[in-house]
């Protein structure tokens, strides 16, 4: 008995036409054999006797075959066979062989008709009545789940530097040229402690590093005291040799290999500390390689210290690279933590709320098919996944479940009006999609307007982000309910406690909304004034160093470097000659010399180093060491001869061998991009005043680079907005075919894109790469929110429904499913606020604040607007010419009074009549429904009594029936009243059953 309400489910999916009658009526009947028999809908076929249907000559065969199958169960394997021949209901015959058998259905027993036709028994036939539907969308989740499993293999994690830039920008153009000549400004950063550094074995061991690392195919050079020239002086000559000289250790004393290291010029403060207690190694690639080469490149590094013997001495590991590794590292780790806590937060309020675990598992086949797809189109494309596409994964997730509750809450609705099966999916996908669509839609606009900011990963985020959004819509409301058709069998009832709660929540937000529109309407906009202030505190920044916490290892070992040798931060001045050998020239390598002169005077600058700092060292050396001869020569044959008397190679990254390009090397203490632009506007000022046109100057490297990207950030964050703004407002705009509800619905998803920059200013978060996404995604998720309440608000006035009654329905509609998602997406962005990387935290922070806040002002805002634009006397809708000329009055409209209209586009007759059939059931009472479906006791029980009313006449009434030439009257009335005789008749059973 238990199973007896899952059969019409089950028989909904058989490939043959059944149908199953009691005492002669049809009961039940599948669609398939509607279909055969040419019935529209099964409310047809119920008023047609099983007798009438068939033809007159089998009528005996008929009977007997009845009698056999009453005798017959289900269980046993043959059933009674007969041949038949029935009248559609078109009059034209159907020949179909029978099988029945005995079963169970609405506690009574009846029988099963199993039809075989010509058309189910040819092959072309069985073919067609497969679910087709089913199996397609079956092979769709599988095909998008495995393929892209796939191509994820071969994702390129790739945060270095220069995948933000367009290939066409000046930086990215000047850098990469300078490369061709000079090394990669993008290093390791070895820093070596401990006690005697200077001694055989620890310089040994040292060198022995430093060959094992130059062995490495990525590795282009490696700077160590080994290594680097020294310039020595004679009684007539230079000499060039290395720093300290591992051949030649027996013939040295540690203390003076020391005093030597210190005391060199040209090494001074990048290879050893001033007091000598840190020696440091540069290890520079070949190429800066995609993030997972530099993170393997750097595991290599320090398999080589560890095989050195020297990871004790090995206190701090700094520069570019290890910062990108880091970062990777930390993206790593949070898709490895917050992915699967978003997914499983949200399956676990999907089931929290419906307690339904079919429920569950479609959204996690539906979360994995949209997340995976989407990051897989990286692949597809050849884009690098960065920093900013790690966000797309937890962003998606949430997305979905999101949609996914408004599918199952349509699903819940039309389960509640008594519909099952197939019936049920297309009543909740009638209620829901075309909201859902324009929902998708306008995420998708907020979303791909990204794609106007020149920083390439946050372009690429907003187009493939958007294309997510779009395959969402696909997956959740086309692919799905093909398979909730076939396995959603049971009704969905109400949960108690968490459903009820949200509705509460709901009611009682929306009504102060309605009652007191002035009231929140003032308030909103005086807490909108009042934090407008706050906007001016909003800094556009971004620091590298910063994304890390204060005592990260990275942030450490930055701050180790950094005090005991130079900043990190590395720029390059270009300085260019007109023609070969033009940098040989004392007076232009006297305007360099002034410039690094004046660079090193600059708090923010730690060293400035090129070709200068070597003529200067050469003319000492050659004059026996004499310091009065630290200087640059006045003579240019001198200099000539300088250069080609030196045979070292060092010089060669600062200047290349026709002397016609040169760069000076600056490193930098300060990290932020706002500092870094200071400094490069700082040393423009100087170039123009001082260096003018007598040598081409431009300034490169890595630090011109992170500085040029603030003022993208800048350009395409206001870019990003307006697109997201006029995107939103064009879909609006064409969904809801007005000018005046386009911005109506605008501004309470502007108001929390306010605030969030609002919330900026007050607690000093940075706009900056995370954080610069926020308001064109926080604006395109808010929207659809607002979508739904208003697009069910606008279909019932449409209808003629009083203003505030189509509010408070369209609210008690939409409300618990605006509530719920906005829960779910809230809870699963504020997961990511325990991240230990800032901009994940922040970007989880500050999404949640707008999402909270998007809700808040589309329950109490909204109504409040709607009330002031299409409330009753409105002077703002007659302005706008939006109130009709007939209005109800305004105690009619009064939320708080109990109102005598209904929602006539909402309460449909079919809905009417499967309210009144709960009660002449007796599964309900007039007043137990008029509370469940918060309708007005009197109503109900005018349907109620109408109905029994028209029940009543039309059984008192069959020979005025039976006379009437109008056959479709005469099939109604005999379906309502065999209907009302079997409601009576189960009526009379559960009174029974309960005074026993």
Request: proline residues 4%.
């Amino acid at each position: 008995m238990t199973e007896e309400p899952l059969r019409p489910s089950r028989l909904e999916h058989v490939q043959h036409p059944v149908a199953i009658v009691h005492e002669g009526f049809f009961v039940y009947a599948n669609a398939l054999f509607l279909q055969r028999l040419g019935y529209r809908s099964f409310d047809d076929l119920q008023a047609v006797p099983l007798l009438d249907m068939v033809d007159e000559r089998y009528h005996d065969r008929l009977r007997e075959h009845l009698d056999a199958a009453k005798k017959s169960a289900g269980t046993e394997q043959r059933h009674p066979q007969t041949k038949l021949s029935l009248h559609r209901a078109d009059d034209l015959p159907l020949s179909a062989s029978c099988t029945s058998f005995r079963t169970r259905f609405g506690g009574e027993d009846c029988v099963q008709l199993n039809l075989t036709t010509a058309e189910d028994a040819s092959l072309l036939g069985r073919i067609g009545a497969l679910p087709w539907r089913h199996y397609l969308s079956l092979l769709f989740l599988l095909l998008f789940t495995v393929l892209p499993s796939s191509l994820l293999l071969k994702l390129n994690i790739n945060n270095a530097p220069d995948v933000y830039f367009p290939d066409d920008e000046p930086a990215v153009v000047l850098d990469r040229e300078l490369r061709t000549r000079f090394p990669n400004d993008q290093v390791f950063v070895l820093l070596f402690e401990g006690v005697a550094l200077f001694s055989d074995g620890f310089l040994g061991a040292y060198d022995d590093l430093r060959r094992s690392l130059e062995k490495l195919d990525a590795i282009d050079e490696v700077v160590a005291v080994t290594t680097q020239d020294h310039i020595a002086g004679t009684q007539d000559d230079f000499i060039v040799e290395p720093l300290i000289d591992v051949r030649t250790l027996e013939q040295s004393r540690p203390a003076d290999r020391q005093k030597r290291v210190l005391e060199d010029e040209l090494n001074k403060g990048v290879m050893a500390s001033a007091d000598g207690s840190a020696l440091a190694m540069v290890v520079i690639p070949k190429k800066s390689g995609n993030s997972i080469e530099r993170l393997a490149l750097e595991e290599q590094i320090l398999a080589a210290v560890k095989d050195a013997r020297l990871r004790g001495y090995l206190v701090a590991m700094a520069g570019q690279i290890p910062l990108d590794v880091a970062q990777l590292r930390s993206m790593l780790r949070d898709n490895m933590i917050f992915i699967p806590a978003t997914v499983a937060t949200g399956l676990a309020l999907i089931w929290w709320l419906f307690r339904r675990w079919l429920a569950v598992m479609l959204a996690g086949v539906a979360i994995g098919v949209v997340t995976n797809s989407t990051v897989a189109i990286y692949v597809l494309l050849d884009q690098p996944f960065t920093l900013v596409s790690s966000i797309i994964p937890p962003l998606l997730s949430a997305l979905t479940v999101a949609a996914l509750v408004h599918l199952f809450n349509g699903l819940f609705i039309a389960s509640k009006l008594g519909y099952s099966g197939a019936e049920r999916v297309a009543r909740a996908i009638q209620e829901v999609d075309r909201p859902a669509l324009f929902a998708a839609l306008t995420t998708a606009g907020g979303l791909a307007s990204l794609a106007t900011s020149p920083i390439v990963p946050i372009k690429t985020f907003g187009l493939i982000s958007a294309l997510g959004t779009l395959l969402i819509y696909l997956v959740v409301f086309r692919i799905l309910p093909n398979i909730v058709v076939r396995w959603d069998k049971r009704p969905w009832t109400n949960v108690r406690g968490s459903a009820h709660l949200v509705d509460r929540i709901v009611s009682m937000l929306y009504r102060f909304g309605i009652r007191q529109p002035a009231l929140v309407i003032g308030t909103v906009c005086v807490l909108l004034a009042l934090g407008a202030p706050q906007l001016r505190n909003v800094l556009v920044e971004t620091n590298l160093q910063e994304f890390f916490d204060f005592n990260h290892p990275v942030r450490q070992q930055t701050r180790d470097i950094e005090d005991k040798l130079v900043g990190t931060m590395a720029v390059s001045v270009i300085f260019d000659a007109d023609a070969r050998d033009g940098l040989k020239d004392p007076q232009k390598l006297r305007l360099i010399r002034d410039f690094q002169q004046w660079a090193k005077a600059q708090p923010e600058i730690d060293r400035s180093f090129g070709l200068p700092d070597f003529v200067q060292e050469m003319h000492w050396a050659f004059n026996a060491e004499n310091p009065a001869f630290r200087q640059l020569p006045d003579d240019r044959e001198l200099i000539t001869q300088y250069l080609l008397i030196y045979d070292g190679e060092d010089i060669y990254d600062f200047v290349d061998r026709d002397f016609q390009h040169s760069q000076i090397a600056l490193n930098l203490n300060v990290h932020s991009a706002n500092d870094i632009s200071r400094v490069l506007e700082n040393i423009r000022g100087y170039l123009r005043d001082n260096v003018g046109d007598a040598l081409r100057w431009e300034i490169a490297g890595n630090g011109r680079l992170f500085a040029d990207m603030e003022d993208l950030l800048v350009s395409g964050q206001v870019y990003s907005l307006w697109g997201a703004l006029v995107l939103i407002f064009v879909f609006m705009l064409f969904f809801l075919r007005s000018f005046w509800a386009a911005v109506l619905c605008m501004i309470p998803n502007l108001s929390p894109i306010f605030l969030i920059f609002v919330i900026m200013g007050l607690t000093g978060i940075w706009l900056d790469m995370a954080t610069a996404m926020i308001a064109s995604v926080a604006i395109g998720i808010a929207v659809d929110d607002t979508i739904h309440v208003f697009h069910g608000f606008k279909r019932r006035v449409a209808g003629g429904v009083s203003p505030v009654v189509a509010l408070a329905r369209a609210y008690r509609g939409a409300g618990r499913a605006v509530v719920t998602t906005t829960i779910i997406l809230s809870a699963q962005f504020l997961i990511l606020v325990w991240s230990d990387f800032v901009p994940t935290r922040n970007f989880g922070l500050l999404t949640t604040v707008g999402l909270i806040s998007a809700l808040a002002f589309d329950l109490l805002l909204l109504p409040a607007l709607l009330i002031v634009f299409y409330g009753p006397a409105s002077p703002v809708a007659a302005w706008v010419g939006r109130l009709s000329r007939s209005r109800t009055s305004a105690a009619d409209d009064s939320a708080t009074a109990p109102q005598a209209v209904v929602d006539a586009a909402y309460w449909t007759t079919e809905r009417k009549l499967t309210l009144v059939r709960e009660i002449l059931s007796g599964k309900s009472t007039v007043a137990a429904a008029a509370r469940e479906y918060e309708l007005p006791e009197a109503m109900v029980q005018h349907w109620h009594s109408a109905a029994e009313t028209a029940l009543a006449d039309a059984l008192d009434d069959d020979s005025a029936v039976a006379d009437t030439d109008q056959g479709k009257d005469k099939d109604k009335l005999r379906k309502l009243a065999r209907a009302y005789k079997r409601l009576q008749a189960e009526n009379r059973e559960l009174q029974v059953r309960r005074h026993d």
